[in-house]
């Protein structure tokens, strides 16, 4: 059974490229493997710019919706805040009673039933 030969990713990763092209000369399994990984890299450096824009986009995107809820909640609060009606009846804290409401109660402030 014929071995295949498996120093080509240690070369790559650990020894220099002299000693790698040296050993791609002599070997027909390693300089297999370099030819199918210099294929991916060409893909690899044909598709970085696609992914590179569509990452600006998609930040582009994230941008606007937070600053669209920032924008939001600001003029939101500067309305509560400024509008002392709303600002009155949202505060903490504060419940509305049966009297707010109109109804008729007692000198206890339960409902008046005739």
Do not use: W
């Not at 030819?35 to 060409?42: D, F, I, P």
């Not at 600002?87 to 419940?95: A, R, V």
């Amino acid at each position: 059974m014929d071995k295949k030969c498996r120093q080509y990713e240690g070369l790559f990763t650990f020894g220099d490229e002299e000693r790698l092209m040296k050993h791609l000369e002599t070997c027909k399994d390693c300089r297999k493997e370099y030819e199918r990984m210099k294929k991916v890299s060409s893909l690899i450096a044909e598709v970085a710019p696609q992914l590179r824009e569509k990452r600006r986009t998609t930040a582009k995107i994230k941008l606007a919706c937070v600053s669209f809820a920032m924008i939001f909640f600001v003029a939101t609060l500067g309305v509560i805040n400024f509008n002392t009606d709303i600002h009155d009846t949202l505060m903490y804290g504060q419940t509305m009673t049966t009297e707010d409401y109109g109804l008729p109660v007692d000198s206890y402030g339960l409902i008046v039933v005739n």
